[in-house]
DNA sequence: ACCTGAACACCGTTCAAGT
DNA sequence: ACCTGAACACCGTTCAAGT
């Protein structure tokens, strides 16, 4: 035996199918959500108790599983009433959403932001939603597509930040070299304990309010 | 032989030293700028003309060697003026130094921004400047911290889309099932061509300059 | 059709051996 | 000290073979 150390199962097809594609995406969320763990083809294939070539009849690559994964995340993160509210205001449920979507895959982040999209009918679906709403309600044909990048963007980044650990500029070890900005995180931290959140997301909830505003000005503030 | 095809050089210490933390770094950006290339040290190798064991003298670990490259590209940033000018001046062309900064590397983007930042006397230094720019200016001190991080998290989120082919979101083969999505990509992209810009550059600088705008308006815009 | 098992071309990392 | 070479424990992917 050159892989497992279990065999499970002998060869030949099983009288009932042990996979399915909605099995292997079950499985591979639960694996990407646990911090650290190696997302990889062969942990996956262990915890379904298969071999890892039984994976790729289902989905013909890594990417492809990814690119599976990414659709059903697209499905969670869900309508968020743009039909009913203004864009501005809908769209502060749909970033929190959304970054709370992908934020709980740690192990899946940096795929998930990197793969190309090719054509994929769930964020496109998702896509034009927003875009309707901003157009029902005024917003510049030219400046919604930007706009919408923009907050994905933003999102996507926060997500990525919220992995690093809690004490990322980490200026209690650095107050010598770095006074202001030690100041500046101590206050930052107490403030956002006040508010009883953590700094990751009181700096979300501040960071996406900016950027809603600076959008709705029209974002002419300064070197553009 | 297992590994390389060409023995290159036989075994035992060279009488002038081959490698260097210098020369690896120089090798692995060269690696980083290839788009699609995969960046790994098998290959890192085999441009320096060594076996991938010759690097690890001078890096303990693959992640190791990352944590040098992040360091050299905060100082690629650079300064940028924050002692002279406002900081929401000054911020503008850090921030696109930024993202060209770590957008010229693609191979390494996602490992740049998922990887721990533990203790980087580099980054630290960058932060302080901000910091005490912003304080100089009258910023809301526990305001600093959050809104240098949702600025990096914007130009890191930018930087990942950018990787994106530029027809991210391709509503062209949509325009049926997505059609205020399409106008609204047609206006965007023909606003964008009459700057001179990418989508993508545009979008950056509509961004920014909104999210700027907002930060200074203090981000008490809506949901907060 | 659906799985195993073997094989292939890779990885990163460790470490003894050479100079 | 600084490199090669061999070894180890992994990867993803392909494909023949079994039922």
Do not use: C
């Not at 763990?37 to 890594?62: C, G, I």
């Not at 009918?121 to 939603?129: G, H, K, L």
Request: avoid cysteine; charge should be negative.
């Amino acid at each position: 035996m050159t892989t497992g150390p279990e065999p499970q199962r002998s060869a030949g097809r099983p009288r009932t199918a042990v996979l399915s594609p909605e099995r292997i995406l079950a499985a591979a969320f639960d694996l990407a959500d646990v911090r650290g763990a190696d997302f990889t083809l062969a942990a996956l294939a262990r915890n379904l108790e298969v071999r890892p070539s039984a994976l790729h009849h289902y989905f013909a690559s890594k990417d492809d599983l990814i690119a599976g994964m990414r659709g059903q995340l697209a499905r969670r993160i869900g309508n968020h009433h743009f039909e009913t509210l203004p864009w501005h205001e809908a769209i502060f449920s749909w970033a929190r959403a959304y970054r709370l979507t992908i934020g709980a895959h740690p192990g899946i982040i940096a795929a998930l932001a990197t793969l190309p999209v090719d054509d994929e009918p769930e964020s496109i679906v998702d896509y034009e939603r927003i875009a309707a709403a901003m157009q029902r309600d005024g917003y510049p044909e030219h400046r919604i597509v930007p706009a919408i990048i923009a907050i994905e963007s933003f999102v996507i980044g926060s997500a990525l930040d919220s992995l690093a650990p809690e004490d990322n500029l980490r200026p209690v070890d650095n107050a010598d070299i770095a006074p202001h900005l030690t100041r500046a995180e101590h206050a930052g931290r107490a403030y956002a304990a006040k508010q009883g959140r953590s700094l990751n997301d009181e700096t979300f909830e501040f960071g996406l309010a900016a950027l809603i505003t600076g959008l709705r000005a029209g974002g002419t503030g300064h070197g553009a």
